[in-house]
């Protein structure tokens, strides 16, 4: 299988790339030949490689990267998704599209305090959130027209190598810098937010799934891509500081923003085990490990 892939320099881009390794160990990849912004580039990456499939991660990920330059983030995540889908629905109908969405796009839809499915409605509350749900719609609407695109929307990913805007590297690294005598304290914005973590590489592997299924799912297929299990901020330090065997004293901040701006996120991943066969496989007190040890190596060297 040629794989077309799109931000694979990114943190999930760096962890499927293993994963790809490990489980399509004859794959061929293809990245890195194109600037998803231009149109005439994209067409001629994929006219002169002809892959198989492609995964689209590339976009601009962070809510807060997104807020300082909304032009730039609504070009890259709609223009750049849009450029590459209808390239592949005018050109080369037989590619199977995973485009990597992301369950923020259900936004206002979590203050329904229950886990969401595929037909929550799309609700997004910031400029991250909307310019994904666009794209989200867009390449749903090319499936009606010969786009072979399976939509993943993946809850929150933890791993190594991620950066600490995101809540569980976000307290890991405080908990680490207690550890090595570098901080006091431990800053808690909000403890009551709700957040459904997945292991980054349990999300690869259902991107992956959705690229190896004998029969491709029905074109514009939603999958909630999450766990199942909601922590909040403070269980998550907890269990952080449980791990480490460490106290400390804990400081609310409500000045400091959630990574989302979400009150909590509850998803049901039915529809992907039902579909893929999926189900995550890497243990919660396993993704602690991973991420506290990859914030331990960071700050001692």
């Known amino acids: 299988m040629r794989i077309l892939l799109t931000g694979g320099h990114g943190f999930v881009g760096t962890h499927l790339k293993i994963r790809l390794k490990e489980r399509l160990p004859d794959h061929v990849l293809i990245e890195g030949q194109m600037d998803i912004l231009d149109r005439e580039a994209v067409e001629r990456v994929v006219q002169d490689t002809r892959p198989d499939a492609c995964i ?21 995540n709609l223009d750049g998704t849009m450029n590459l889908a209808e390239t592949f629905q005018q050109h080369a109908r037989h590619i199977r599209f995973v485009f990597v969405s992301s369950a923020e796009i259900y936004g206002a839809s979590f203050a329904e305090d229950k886990p969401l499915d595929e037909t929550a409605t799309v609700a997004p509350l910031n400029t991250y959130a909307a310019s994904k749900a666009a794209a989200d719609m867009a390449v749903g609407m090319l499936a009606k027209e010969g786009l072979h695109v399976v939509r993943m929307r993946p809850f929150t990913q933890a791993g190594s190598g991620q950066d600490a805007h995101a809540i569980l590297p976000f307290l890991a690294a405080q908990v680490a810098r207690i550890e090595a005598h570098q901080q006091s304290e431990i800053v808690l914005g909000h403890p009551d937010v709700g957040y459904d973590i ?30 199942g299990q909601t922590r909040t901020a403070s269980s998550i330090l907890s269990d952080l500081m449980e791990l480490a065997d460490i106290k400390a004293e804990i400081r609310i901040d409500p000045t400091h923003p959630a990574p989302s701006g979400l009150e909590n996120m509850q998803g049901n991943p039915q529809e992907a085990e039902q579909l893929l066969g999926w189900t995550p496989q890497i243990s919660w007190k396993n993704t602690l490990e991973e991420v506290l040890n990859d914030w331990r190596w960071r700050i001692r060297s």
Request: aromatic letters at 4%; glycine letters at 2%; proline letters at 6%.
């Open 56 to 76: 689209h991660l590339a976009a601009v990920s962070s809510v807060l990267e997104a807020s300082q330059d909304t032009r730039h983030a609504w070009q890259v």
């Open 198 to 227: 997945l292991n980054v590489r349990d999300a690869c592997d259902a991107y992956i799934d959705a690229l190896a299924l004998p029969e491709p799912p029905l074109d514009g297929t939603v999958l909630n891509i999450c766990s």
